[in-house]
């Protein structure tokens, strides 16, 4: 009996051992999986919570626990509201994240060692007229018809997690839906529709004769091999030939850009080349927030760059609500951060439709909506010039009968804008749907295309 005990003792203090290993092996250095957990927790309940102004508590559960990695079901959230910070750990100790807001310019992640830049004060936006009829105002006169209402009462066709859905025809706002605990006053995350944006900022810096589009040399460090040859239209086309894994749900090029990186671009921008400049089609939004950084040094100091997009487009759009959040290098993260209401989403919709002019001012350079939209042709049909796509998600083959000039902007999780030109047509439709669900929104663009014929 004695030796057992003694056996016993040998063995709990070897599990002892083992079990503090394993805690100071997650505390001092834990896995890229954890820090990319955490940092995504603090992100995403950080912007929901001082963008959005949704419960943190809320966000934590049903936009970072319920749909995601099992991994995010054990991380906690700590929001210090008087710091505007949010901080998040796995279990309550390991691998600590923080994500910290600034008036006007969001929430950057930061990762740990890193700081964050500076931003400059941002002016307050100018409020729409609430009594103004939609797009120059906020009023809006739905349509009566039941017909239509069915349409958007129908959650087979507007999916699983639809927070926001917008229909605009003829340029006016005839129908809107809500989630529970959404409303037309919520910014929402357009996740990849950003990328859309940022291709509209670069067309009017295009116009404005500071960048382009077949400007190569495009970083220092690319002089020294092949890459200098890469041209700024490359880039909008997807066809840089850069490497970027692009795949979510794990530690990959994308997940380590967006959640372990201070400096964004700079990540992006070491990447070698993997394929042929022009002939290969490969989706990356490193490559768009290498766009971010061009665009942005294009001028001659931060704070001009700081206000541009609101000048340049949210201004003149009349979309308020939204903040585009830069890196915690300074660098808007143009692939992916953008916020604004549902509304205003329409908004840049609708000035794609009018071939980027905005109630008679041309916001875009006169041709550029129109060449956004021509064909990449390392896509096969499925993108276009400038940072949207041609076809809906799963592909063209799900376009279905929807008419030949319909374009879309895309984001994860089911975020979506589809404009249809010849049905004078933009429905904008966001929330939190996994891919794995395959929602296809065509479906509905396709009932509301056949309901105004």
């Not at 830069?326 to 209401?341: E, I, K, M, N």
């Not at 840049?348 to 916001?363: I, S, T």
């Amino acid at each position: 009996m004695r030796l057992l005990g003694i056996l016993l003792k040998a063995l709990l203090a070897l599990v002892v051992v083992v079990v503090a290993g394993i805690a100071g092996w997650l505390y001092f250095s834990p896995p890229a999986l954890i820090r990319v957990g955490t940092a995504y927790s603090a992100k995403i309940v950080c912007s929901s919570h001082f963008v959005s102004g949704r419960p943190a508590d809320a966000v934590l559960a049903l936009d970072v626990q319920a749909p995601g990695h099992w991994l995010l079901k054990y991380i906690s959230v700590d929001v210090n509201q008087g710091e505007g910070s949010v901080s998040a750990r796995l279990l309550g100790a390991f691998g600590e994240s923080r994500a910290i807001y600034r008036e006007g310019a969001g929430c950057s992640s930061v990762p740990a060692g890193a700081e964050a830049s500076a931003v400059p004060a941002f002016a307050t936006p100018r409020q729409n007229d609430a009594n103004a009829l939609w797009p120059v105002g906020d009023g809006v006169q739905p349509s009566q018809d039941p017909a239509l209402a069915a349409i958007l009462d129908d959650s087979a066709l507007t999916g699983d997690g639809m927070r926001a859905v917008v229909v605009v025809q003829n340029g006016r706002i005839v129908g809107e839906r809500y989630g529970d605990g959404f409303s037309a006053g919520t910014p929402l995350l357009g996740w990849s529709m950003t990328k859309t944006v940022t291709a509209a900022i670069i067309g009017t810096l295009v116009e404005e004769g500071r960048l382009s589009l077949e400007q190569d040399g495009l970083f220092e460090e690319w002089t020294v091999d092949e890459r200098a040859e890469i041209t700024l239209a490359d880039l909008m086309a997807m066809s840089s030939g850069l490497e970027f894994n692009e795949d979510y749900g794990d530690v990959t090029d994308v997940t380590r850009m967006l959640y372990l990186q201070a400096d964004m671009a700079t990540f992006a921008a070491d990447k070698p080349l993997a394929g042929a400049r022009g002939e290969v089609f490969n989706y990356s939004s490193g490559t768009s927030v290498l766009l971010s950084r061009i665009w942005q040094n294009a001028f001659d100091n931060a704070e001009a760059a700081y206000a541009y997009p609101r000048e340049a487009i949210f201004g003149p759009l009349g979309m308020s609500s939204a903040v585009l959040e830069p890196d915690a290098s300074g660098t808007f993260v143009g692939s992916s951060y953008l916020y604004a209401t549902a509304r205003d989403w329409a908004r840049f919709g609708q000035m794609l439709l009018d071939g980027g002019a905005w109630q008679g001012r041309q916001v875009l350079p006169e041709g550029f909506a129109e060449w956004m939209r021509e064909e990449a042709p390392a896509s096969e049909g499925q993108y276009g010039r400038g940072q949207l796509w041609l076809a809906g998600p799963g592909g063209l083959e799900e376009n279905g009968t929807l008419p030949a000039d319909t374009f879309w902007l895309r984001g994860h999780d089911g975020q979506t804008i589809a404009v249809v030109p010849s049905s004078n047509l933009v429905v904008v439709r966001l929330g939190l749907t996994p891919s794995r669900l395959a929602y296809r929104p065509q479906r509905m663009v396709e009932a509301l295309v056949g309901h105004f014929e």
